[in-house]
């Protein structure tokens, strides 16, 4: 059974940053792509970033040249780097993996972002 957990959330200044951790439990990932997802209140579920196995990465235009999502397949963890953070990315953050044909998310980590 893998296990998700996010980590690094928390309140920020508008033009501040974050650095989010999705670290993994239980099985390897490395031979997964990984995403990161977005909820903010009263919106559905959006994607923000994905990383492919070997290091492709995709980004919402909403988010582009802002975060940057990595990974440390030694650490069995997937970073994502926020800078430039503004109101609008308020939002809970969820880390998203398919593994053996079943999704798999974390429980998510809160990132504040103030005016």
């Known amino acids: 059974q893998l296990q998700l957990e996010e980590s690094g959330g928390g309140l920020v200044q508008a033009g501040g940053s974050l650095r989010l951790s999705c670290a993994a439990f239980g099985r390897i990932f490395r031979f997964n792509a990984v995403d990161w997802y977005r909820q903010a209140p009263g919106?559905?579920?959006?994607?923000?970033?994905?990383?492919?196995?070997?290091g492709i990465t995709n980004y919402a235009d909403s988010v582009k040249g802002r975060f940057?999502?990595?990974?440390?397949?030694?650490?069995?963890?997937?970073?994502?780097?926020m800078t430039s953070l503004k109101p609008e990315d308020t939002a809970v953050y969820y880390c998203h993996t398919l593994n053996g044909g079943m999704h798999y998310w974390g429980k998510g980590t809160l990132v504040t972002v103030s005016s």
């Open 68 to 81: 940057t999502i990595s990974r440390d397949n030694a650490k069995n963890t997937v970073y994502l780097q």
């Open 43 to 54: 919106n559905q579920r959006e994607l923000v970033a994905d990383i492919t196995t070997g």
